[in-house]
Each structure stands twice: as structure tokens, then as C-alpha cells.
């Protein structure tokens, strides 16, 4: 049970870092949206400086935060969220998807995945593994 407690916090400090990565555009500009892999109507909107750039950032922050709160909750650092199960399982579902995409690409076309994109793959993909695991690790009783 520890070290699903462990896994899930793991995952929280992930979505966190990744909530204030995002926020960090707002800062830094077109620059930043463009390292981030953000598609080029935001990366535009940054450089032209309308409200959809930094918007975007804090919406997308948003449903990361709300992510961490999840994995801290189903890790029982914080109350129980509503519908804790079945988001953890979805998010867990698209982690795992999430990891998985570049990484058949990868097999099929290497020239169209950089090294980047592999190693982000690879972190969501442990994510959805370690949100699944974890959560089902603390709910044994």
C-alpha cells in the first residue's frame, strides 16, 4: 500500500509540474507555447498577443491541477473527490493511450518522432501506469 501511495504522488507532482509548466507560457511567450508542442493557431495568438495563447494556458493548467488533486486524493492525502473511481480509471486510460501513441509511431515511421516526443510518451505512459496501480494498491483493504 505504500508504494501506491508513493506512485500516486508521483503522479500528482507530474501533473503539477506540468500545470506550471503550462502557466510558465503566459510568461515567456510564443517561445515557450512552440517548445510545449502547442499548435500553431496558439503559438500564433501568443506571437500576436491576443487572449487565446494565454486562455488556452490556463485552461489547460486548470485540468492539470485538477489531475494532481485526483492522484492526491486517491491517495487519500486529500478528501475524496466525486467520482473518484471511474476518473481515475479514465484518466489512467488515456495516460496509458496517451504513452502509447508516439511510441507505435515510433515502430512504424522513426523519422516522424524526435527523441522529445519518445520521452514524453514514455513519462505518460508510466503515469497512467502508476495512477492505475497505485489507486488499486490503496484501495485494498
Known amino acids: 500500500m ?4 508513493l506512485a500516486l504522488v508521483i503522479v ?18 510564443e517561445q515557450c507555447y512552440s517548445v510545449q508542442m502547442a499548435p500553431e493557431f496558439i503559438v500564433e495568438s501568443a506571437r500576436a498577443g491576443t487572449w487565446v495563447a494565454p486562455v488556452g494556458a490556463i485552461v489547460a493548467s486548470t485540468i492539470f491541477i485538477v489531475i494532481g488533486l485526483y492522484a492526491l486524493s ?8 466525486p467520482l473518484l473511481r471511474p476518473v481515475v480509471l479514465t484518466l489512467s486510460t488515456l495516460f ?17 518522432v524526435s527523441d522529445n516526443i519518445i520521452v514524453i510518451g514514455v513519462i505518460w505512459l508510466l ?15
Open 127 to 141: 503515469c497512467g501506469l502508476m495512477l492505475f496501480w497505485g489507486y488499486k494498491a490503496t484501495q485494498v483493504k
Open 74 to 81: 486517491a491517495a487519500g492525502i486529500v478528501r475524496r473527490l
Open 12 to 29: 500528482s507532482i507530474t501533473a503539477f509540474a506540468v500545470a506550471i509548466a503550462k502557466t510558465s507560457c503566459i510568461y515567456f511567450g
Open 96 to 112: 496509458v493511450i496517451r504513452g502509447l501513441l508516439p511510441l507505435q509511431l515510433w515502430i512504424r515511421k522513426p523519422e516522424l
Open 2 to 5: 505504500r508504494y501506491g501511495k
